[in-house]
Every structure is written in structure tokens, then in C-alpha cells.
């Protein structure tokens, strides 16, 4: 089995080390990700500027090889199929920080995922919580990240469907299979003045959330691993007969 690894913290950062050489037990493992962090840039992907693929011996990864690119976890994902071959199975991770409810759409990580899951490559995300960042163990949600990985490897995803995993702060207490909670980033904006007295603008935020029975973040903080299937088919389609009677009368 083939795997490409990627994610959003850049191809230096400790959970992608931990992801990549535990996905060795499962089979041929490589490494793109971007070259330095790209965390929030959600499923972008670069058009208007050539993009650099480059082998780096730097990231502490040998025998597993790794390839930076200056560019997005999406495009990273693009470049590695379209590069080193066709993969069985894509895992971006593990990212520095949970990726739950509705801030999926802005996480670079999850983007990897998608970016997979679009071409048709059974995908999955990996989060821990960090709590203060001190300590980050991401060892026990490697060794879950494998028996996972396994099973997807094995069973497959349904069309368009990928899986949305977050470890919690500990070693997990064991797996929820979880919906959306609303956790999200409380978007606030700071203004601030440079020094020709010009105004400048910081989009900042706390993040927040109710922790609701059967959802990701009510999980995670109770100390589980958490596991969201996530469908890349945004339609409302229970919203659809209303809006034919409304429109196509």
C-alpha cells in the first residue's frame, strides 16, 4: 500500500514525524507538505504563481522520503499525486491543535483530506488537542491513527465521504464516532496603526462551542478520540422540494 502523508503545520512540525513513520507499519510512505505553516488557508490552491516541489533530507524523516512545497496542504496533495504516483490512501496530520464542528472549512489540514477525497483517494485528518502546548504527546494518536488507517485501508469510504479523527489532550480513553459540534472561532477584529498612521487589521478569536452529547467536541474534551465522517456533497437536499415548488412552478 502507498501512502501520502501531508498537512498544515509544515514539514517540520512533530505530528507530521509521528503520522509519517507510523504509517510505515501499513506500507510505501511519502511525505509532502508545505515548507513552512499554512494552518487556516482551507482548500486553496495556487494559480497565479509556478509553485517549488522540492526533496528535503531536513525534516528528520529518512528512510521516509519528504518533499516540501511553498503552497497550500491542498496543493501539496496535487504535486504528490500528480508527481510521485497515485497513493491508496491519503492522511494529512497530525495537526497541532483540534479541528472540530464548523471550523473544518478554514483548516488546512482537513483541506488535505478534502483535496484527496476529490480525486477520488480514500482520505483522512488527524488532530490532537494541545491544551497549552505544553507537552505534546502525539505519540498514542499516531499508534490510533494506524488501527484506522488499517480499517479505511481494508473496508474503503463511501464516494466523496472522508474521515474527520481529533485525539484528545491524553492518551484516549478509547473512539466516539461523533457528529458536528458548533465549535467555531469567535471572530473578533483588532485595528491597529503603522507607522505612517495608516490603519491596519487583525482578524483574531477565541474559539467556542457547546459540548452537546454524541458530537466531536464533547469527545474529545471527555477524553475520547473522535471520528466524523465528513461528506463533500454540500447540497440541502431535504431542502430542495420546497425550493422547486417555490421556483420551477
Known sequence: MKILVTNDDGIFSPGIKALARAMSALGEVYVVAP???QSAVGHGITVRRPLRFKHTA???LDPIPAYRV??????CVVLGVHLLGRPDLVVSGINIGVNLGLDLTHSGTVAGAIEGTSIGIPSIAFSLDVGSRNGMDFEPGAAEAVRIARWVAEHGLPEKVFLNVNFPVNAPRGVRITELSTHHYEDTVVERVD???VPYYWIAGKPTGSEDPGTDLW?????YTSITPIS????EHGFMPALRAAFEG
Open 35 to 37: 515548507d513552512v505553516e
Open 58 to 60: 531536513a525534516a528528520g
Open 70 to 75: 511553498d503552497g497550500t496542504p491542498a496543493d
Open 195 to 197: 507607522p505612517n498612521g
Open 219 to 223: 469527545a474529545v474534551r471527555d477524553g
Open 232 to 235: 463533500l456533497d454540500l447540497a
